[in-house]
């Protein structure tokens, strides 16, 4: 089991990932970076990815 932790402060890039299947089925793969090349996390399957995408970049703004 593998748990990460971070702060909506320290998110710089949500990248939402979606094959053509996957914008049909509405759903899709979301990467969060923080610092660095490499994702923080990465999510597969999550409905309404973009949605997600919205929601942690106006809370990343609001906590600015």
Do not use: C, W
Request: glycine fraction near 6%; charged fraction near 25%.
């Amino acid at each position: 089991k593998t748990r990460t932790d971070l702060r909506l402060s320290q998110v710089r890039t949500v990248q939402v990932m979606q094959g053509p299947l996957e914008r049909i089925l509405q759903v899709g793969t979301i990467q969060v970076y923080t610092t660095g090349d490499n994702p923080e996390f990465r999510a597969n399957g999550l409905p309404a990815p973009h949605r997600i995408r919205e929601i942690v970049s106006a809370t990343e703004t609001d906590s600015q």
